[in-house]
């Protein structure tokens, strides 16, 4: 059924624009405007490609009390999020052509909105071994990333980015410098040392971040940085763009909209990978995000149960949900004037998409009717437990926030709202 969506704000990432218009879909796709079967009055809220959210884990397979595909995916559907790039970081790991499709079916069969998984850089993420990245891709991985589990063999890293550049793969990566990280809960700095946690330095994103870069400009590999969080890490960034090598890098809404107090009082649900950082950092991603240097922006949604949670805050599991939160806490920044809609949905929809290649997050004729009509200034307040996600493990538990979802479309296929 042909559907016109009339009176709406129009977010057209790819244009920069907002502005008061119709837009017609048909067959799953966006098309010239024209008479239609139906008719919605968006009442002049806002209409903006759906959010492409790369990093997502659902924990299929091994741990579906904490989050599954079906959770995940309403979660998703009602956060505005159209398709989610999932991590391996599963139990067992995906890093075989039969997991990866196991977790295809999976998601085709219980998820309304698009799953593109991604597989692990090396065998079981433990940095040994490099993956059969080429039958991978065949089974469908979208990129390969060990997640936190950095590579700190640097001859099986080089050799993983010089098989992945020859079939143009994309290779995910989270810096740090392990040894620096290892045990850490918090970054360091008064905070830290008055709470008495044990803290890393924003230096060792720095270094971990250094490493890759030199080795991607050795071996000319496509390279992503998934959650940078720090202002020291921001210039290596820089010269690897300004030098012209295939390389992007993202940050968690998170790092974007809390900063190290808001730990507190040893707020596990606080706790997330890397730590919060102080408030000059997370103004730096901010701007980052601003100017371009920042491509992406994603929630880096980490299911925890409450038993990994309710611990003591050094041993508490890190990550927080986010799926259905990651678009009132980026209205966050459009509220403050920090960063427009056309900004957020850049990198919330049109970077991700065209980094894995994909013809989504635009408004553009012909592209996938993947859409989400929301109310920027709609106040809502977060409960977590009336959360989709199995897990209930928010920051935002409580907030005050703005931004609600009103309607997510799917291929031209209303799955809220």
């Known amino acids: 059924?042909?559907?016109?969506?009339?009176?709406?704000?129009?977010?057209?990432?790819?244009?920069?624009?907002?502005?008061?218009?119709?837009?017609?879909?048909?067959?799953?796709?966006?098309?010239?405007?024209?008479?239609?079967?139906?008719?919605?009055?968006?009442?002049?809220k806002c209409l903006a490609p759906g959010i492409v959210d790369l990093g997502v884990k659902v924990c299929e397979p091994g741990e579906r009390h904490k989050e599954s595909f079906r959770t995940a995916g309403a979660a998703a559907a009602r956060g505005g999020v159209t398709t989610m790039v999932t991590r391996p970081d599963t139990d067992p790991v995906i890093d075989s052509p039969e997991q990866l499709e196991?977790?295809?079916?999976?998601?085709?069969?219980?998820?309304?909105?698009?799953?593109?998984?991604?597989?692990?850089?090396?065998?079981?993420?433990?940095g040994r071994e490099m993956v059969e990245i080429g039958f991978l891709q065949d089974a469908g991985a979208v990129a390969f990333t060990d997640c936190d589990a950095v590579v700190t063999d640097t001859k099986v890293f080089t050799r993983a980015l010089t098989?992945?550049?020859?079939?143009?793969?994309?290779?995910?990566?989270?810096?740090?410098?392990?040894?620096?990280?290892?045990?850490?809960?918090?970054?360091?700095?008064?905070?830290?040392?008055?709470?008495?946690?044990?803290?890393?330095s924003p230096i060792a994103e720095r270094l971990g971040l250094e490493r890759d870069l030199t080795l991607v400009e050795m071996t000319g590999a496509k390279y992503h940085a998934d959650n940078l969080s720090c202002a020291a890490a921001l210039?290596?960034?820089?010269?690897?763009?300004?030098?012209?090598?295939?390389?992007?890098?993202?940050?968690?809404?998170?790092?974007?909209?809390?900063?190290?107090?808001d730990v507190g009082d040893y707020r596990t649900f606080f706790k997330v990978k890397p730590p919060l950082r102080a408030e000059d950092d997370r103004l730096a991603m901010i701007d980052a995000v601003g100017s371009g240097l920042i491509d992406v922006i994603s929630s880096m949604?980490?299911?925890?149960?409450?038993?990994?949670?309710?611990?003591?805050?050094?041993v508490a599991a890190s990550g927080a949900v986010a799926l259905e939160t990651l678009l009132p806490a980026a209205m966050r920044l459009y509220h403050a004037g920090q960063l427009t809609l056309p900004q957020l949905f850049k990198a919330?929809?049109?970077?991700?998409?065209?980094?894995?290649?994909?013809?989504?997050?635009?408004?553009?004729?012909?592209?996938?009717?993947?859409?989400?009509?929301?109310?920027p200034d709609a106040p809502i307040v977060v409960d977590r437990f009336k959360?989709?996600?199995?897990?209930?493990?928010?920051?935002?538990?409580?907030?005050?926030?703005?931004?609600?979802?009103?309607?997510?479309w799917v291929a031209g296929e209303r799955v809220f709202g």
Do not use: C, W
């Open 163 to 200: 098989y992945a550049r020859s079939l143009r793969a994309l290779v995910v990566a989270h810096p740090q410098e392990p040894g620096l990280s290892s045990g850490a809960a918090a970054t360091s700095g008064k905070f830290a040392s008055l709470r008495g946690l044990p803290a890393v």
């Open 235 to 261: 210039p290596a960034l820089e010269r690897a763009k300004a030098a012209g090598l295939d390389v992007t890098a993202g940050v968690n809404i998170h790092h974007l909209t809390l900063n190290e107090f």
């Open 1 to 44: 059924m042909s559907l016109l969506i009339t009176n709406a704000r129009l977010i057209d990432p790819e244009a920069g624009t907002e502005e008061l218009g119709d837009l017609r879909v048909e067959n799953g796709r966006i098309t010239a405007p024209g008479p239609a079967e139906q008719v919605l009055d968006a009442g002049g």
């Open 301 to 314: 949604h980490t299911p925890q149960d409450e038993e990994s949670k309710r611990l003591p805050f050094e």
């Open 102 to 126: 196991f977790v295809a079916r999976r998601a085709a069969d219980a998820a309304p909105v698009h799953v593109l998984p991604m597989a692990a850089l090396t065998k079981a993420r433990a």
């Open 348 to 375: 919330m929809a049109l970077n991700p998409a065209r980094r894995l290649g994909l013809n989504a997050g635009r408004l553009a004729e012909g592209a996938p009717a993947d859409l989400v009509l929301f109310d």
């Open 387 to 408: 959360l989709a996600s199995k897990s209930k493990n928010t920051p935002f538990d409580g907030a005050r926030m703005q931004g609600r979802v009103l309607g997510t």
